[in-house]
């Protein structure tokens, strides 16, 4: 059974940073595609992050420069740094695994919260 479970989300102020990180398990972890997306609400879910089994990276115009994605293979986890915090990136972070012919999966989402 596929697991994504996220931790790291809560309540930031403005200017302030939070890490999130994603834990799988019941899939070969190094070799997907993995994913921050997020949900504002009343929007569509939106990619925040990408990175490939390769390692590399790709981030929403809205989020670079202050984002980081991350992954350490060997503990199945992936990570987001967030840094410079807006209230506008207040939302439901959402953990994704693809590999293509396999399946995509999800995790459950985290609330973060950016506000003074």
């Known amino acids: 059974q596929v697991q994504l479970v996220e931790s790291g989300g809560g309540l930031a102020q403005p200017g302030g940073s939070l890490r999130l990180s994603c834990t799988a398990s019941g899939i070969l972890f190094s070799l997907y595609t993995m994913g921050w997306y997020r949900r504002i609400p009343g929007q569509e879910r939106e990619l925040v992050a990408q990175?490939?089994?390769?390692?590399?990276?790709n981030y929403a115009d809205s989020v670079k420069g202050r984002f980081d994605i991350s992954r350490d293979n060997a503990k199945n986890t992936l990570y987001l740094q967030m840094n410079s915090l807006k209230p506008e990136d207040t939302a439901v972070y959402y953990c994704?695994?693809?590999?293509?012919?396999?399946?995509?999966?999800w995790g459950q989402g985290t609330q973060v919260t950016v506000s003074s």
């Open positions: 990175i490939t089994f390769g390692g590399s990276t």
């Open positions: 994704q695994a693809q590999r293509t012919l396999i399946g995509l999966f």
